[in-house]
């Protein structure tokens, strides 16, 4: 999952709590019935848990990632769901091997070694040694200001914003596609999470191996460097790494509850972990949350107005491969035009509203059933953020005009040090705050399968542009190679 769409949470404004209006009642006896289902029979936590103790990491193209797509499958069967299929695709998969970092004064050649991992889709093999060039924040302002003397070096930047307000941040990704257009030969980030944590994740905008090596250190280390760099100089860097790159399959694991429209409500989390943890928050918290709701609706036996399906997403961390595979054969079905939704949870957690990504005609809407939660469980503060972002599996869907939507929770900061690194374990794993999870999103999807008509529709191409433009995301989908507009 990527960090700008983890958390969604009190900046934005309440709606309707003040009040409750519940429409008549025309939600509650569901809701309730949702609400009691979950409190009693939730099987979230106790599969979580197994699937992290018995399988471990789930890393796209791995006998890992394999053993996931074959456990959701089962698992969802076992639900009692006869619908259930494995959508595969292939595709060229980056994993990583082996790494080092050494750093020296330039006058010196006594190098200490830096602990370090491997940034995704860096190259299979990389030697190089270059001066260290710090990038601060490594927005583009921050290239621009050393422009000519990171040309050839190594830049250094942070993972996170440090030292500025009201500054918008940008993926990892992004960041080292500047240090590429800048000339830099090589790219060390500085994780944000205090300590001596390590991070990993992908530095491909794309998807496709980079042109650099690009790796990340923890905060303790990017503090030791820059003091290093001002008490002694220029310091010189030596990147060596081996990594993988290879074709591989994956499934991406669909069970359908069959409504009385072919009109579909999608709601989707990503399976798929990387490998130095178990990735129970990454997304574990998210993917079997969607399996518990699928459980919820199929023991309830409810029979939607709309068809509702629960989608297990591969290769989200490797560049949306999954999401992007499950859309475009929507789009050559011609089936894209019948998603009326698509609810994405990643790293969703606690949940205490909903964000609506800017689709300001849902307000009301949304509003009502944040309403009708709230009369049945009073902690529930239906909050909103309603803005846009990139970075998971929403976003196929939302560049093809998709109505989308995630609800906005909080981890605690402890649980989000661990984000993408080696302690991602389930004993972060809050079983209440998961179980909210399911409770919440279960009253939203429900919602939305069965309301009578959906105040959005899915954009035109031009709308969408317009749309995406207006949440101040062209820039990001520019850098990301993502932009199919002229303007």
């Known amino acids: 999952m990527k960090r700008a769409l983890q958390i969604l949470v009190s900046g934005g404004f309440i709606m309707c709590c003040a009040g409750f209006r519940g429409d008549d009642?025309?939600?509650?006896?569901?809701?309730?019935?949702?609400?009691?289902?979950?409190?009693?029979?939730?099987?979230?936590?106790?599969?979580?848990?197994?699937?992290?103790?018995?399988?471990?990491?789930?890393l796209t193209g791995s006998v890992n990632g394999e053993k996931a797509e074959d456990y959701a499958f089962r698992l969802l069967k076992s639900y009692g769901f006869t619908d259930v299929k494995y959508q595969p695709f292939e595709v060229e998969?980056?994993?990583?091997?082996?790494?080092?970092?050494?750093?020296?004064?330039?006058?010196?050649?006594?190098?200490?070694?830096?602990?370090?991992?491997?940034?995704?889709?860096s190259p299979v093999e990389a030697n190089m040694q270059g001066e260290i060039v710090d990038v601060g924040n490594g927005l583009e302002e921050d290239f621009e200001a050393v422009r000519e003397k990171v040309?050839?070096?190594?830049?250094?930047a942070n993972i996170n914003l440090a030292?500025?307000?009201?500054?918008?941040?940008?993926?990892?990704?992004?960041?080292?596609?500047?240090?590429?257009?800048?000339?830099?030969?090589?790219?060390?980030?500085?994780?944000?999470?205090?300590g001596k944590i390590l991070?990993?994740?992908?530095?491909?905008?794309?998807?496709?191996?980079?042109?650099?090596?690009?790796?990340?250190?923890?905060?303790?280390?990017?503090?030791?460097?820059?003091?290093?760099?001002?008490?002694?100089?220029?310091?010189?860097?030596?990147?060596?790494?081996?990594?993988?790159?290879k074709p591989i399959k994956a499934r991406n694991v669909i069970a359908t509850l069959k409504g009385k429209s072919d009109d579909k409500v999608i709601i989707g989390g990503h399976l798929d972990s990387w490998d130095l943890a178990t990735g129970a928050i990454d997304n574990g918290i998210g993917s079997f949350a969607v399996m518990d709701i699928a459980r919820t609706f199929r023991a309830l036996k409810f029979k939607p107005e709309r068809t509702v399906q629960f989608v297990l997403f591969m290769g989200e961390e490797q560049g949306l491969l999954g999401s992007k595979h499950f859309v475009e054969e929507l789009k050559k079905s011609g089936g894209i035009?019948?998603?009326?939704?698509?609810?994405?949870?990643?790293?969703?957690?606690?949940?205490?509203?909903?964000?609506?990504?800017?689709?300001?005609?849902?307000?009301?809407?949304?509003?009502?059933?944040?309403?009708?939660?709230?009369?049945?469980?009073q902690n529930y503060k239906n909050e909103s953020l309603n803005r846009a972002g990139l970075h998971s599996d929403h976003q196929p869907f939302m560049l093809e005009g998709v109505p989308v939507a995630g609800l906005s929770g909080h981890l605690d900061p402890s649980v989000l040090q661990c984000y993408h690194a080696d302690c991602d374990d389930f004993d972060l794993v809050n079983k209440?705050?998961?179980?909210?999870?399911?409770?919440?999103?279960?009253?939203?999807?429900?919602?939305?399968a069965n309301t009578s008509s959906i105040a959005?529709?899915?954009?035109s191409d031009s709308n969408t542009r317009d749309y995406l433009i207006s949440q101040g995301l062209k820039e990001e989908l520019v850098i990301g190679q993502e932009w199919r507009w002229k303007n």
């Open 25 to 58: 009642g025309r939600w509650e006896k569901a809701f309730r019935r949702l609400d009691n289902e979950v409190r009693t029979n939730s099987k979230a936590y106790a599969t979580l848990g197994d699937a992290t103790k018995s399988i471990g990491h789930r």
């Open 93 to 121: 998969a980056w994993m990583r091997d082996t790494v080092t970092l050494s750093i020296a004064p330039g006058s010196s050649d006594n190098f200490r070694e830096v602990p370090v991992v491997s940034l995704a889709h």
């Open 151 to 156: 040309k050839g070096k190594i830049a250094l």
């Open 163 to 194: 030292g500025v307000t009201g500054k918008k941040n940008l993926h990892r990704s992004e960041k080292t596609a500047l240090a590429i257009k800048y000339g830099a030969k090589g790219m060390i980030m500085v994780n944000g999470a205090p």
């Open 199 to 245: 991070l990993t994740g992908t530095a491909s905008v794309t998807g496709a191996i980079i042109s650099i090596p690009a790796v990340c250190i923890s905060s303790d280390s990017g503090n030791e460097i820059r003091k290093w760099m001002q008490d002694e100089g220029p310091l010189e860097a030596h990147i060596n790494m081996q990594n993988i790159s």
């Open 337 to 377: 035009d019948k998603v009326s939704y698509m609810m994405n949870l990643d790293m969703t957690n606690d949940p205490q509203g909903l964000n609506a990504f800017g689709r300001d005609e849902m307000n009301e809407f949304f509003g009502t059933i944040g309403s009708t939660i709230h009369h049945i469980d």
């Open 432 to 448: 209440e705050q998961l179980e909210n999870t399911v409770r919440i999103a279960s009253m939203y999807l429900y919602a939305l």
């Open 456 to 459: 959005v529709k899915r954009l």
